[in-house]
Nanobody, 115 residues
Framework: QVQLVESGGGLVQPGGSLRLSCAAS????????MGWYRQAPGKQRELVTI???????NYSNSVKGRFTISRDGAANTVDLQMNSLKPEDTAVYYC?????????WGQGTQVTVSS
């Protein structure tokens, strides 16, 4: 009983910025992790970033220094600020809630980086 709704995807020029948002609802426990994965056509879904409930954050090396994850625990939301976007960032971005050894996924939002 967890639902994740994402928003904020779109078309961006290389070097531009975009902010993705995700709102979680349902049976959310305090001990969890929230983050973002992405999947390009024909490729496996890959980690972008994960933030634990204690604030510890992991980033993929490919986005470190360019992307920033933020969480609002009270609202059960998580955002992904994406700066200095590159064409290789083009993918469907998925919000994930990880709790009690189970992952819950949003529907995905398309991010396209192209001139």
């Amino acid at each position: 009983q967890v639902q994740l709704v994402e928003s904020g995807g779109g078309l961006v020029q290389p070097g531009g910025s975009l902010r993705l948002s995700c709102a979680a609802s349902g049976n959310i426990f305090s001990n969890n992790a929230m983050g973002w994965y992405r999947q390009a056509p024909g490729k496996q879904r890959e980690l972008v970033t994960i933030k634990l409930n204690d604030g510890i954050t992991n980033y993929s090396n490919s986005v470190k220094g360019r992307f920033t994850i933020s969480r609002d625990g009270a609202a059960n939301t998580v955002d992904l600020q994406m700066n200095s976007l590159k064409p290789e960032d083009t993918a469907v971005y998925y919000c994930v809630l990880r709790q009690r050894w189970r992952d819950y996924w949003g529907q995905g939002t398309q991010v396209t980086v192209s001139s």
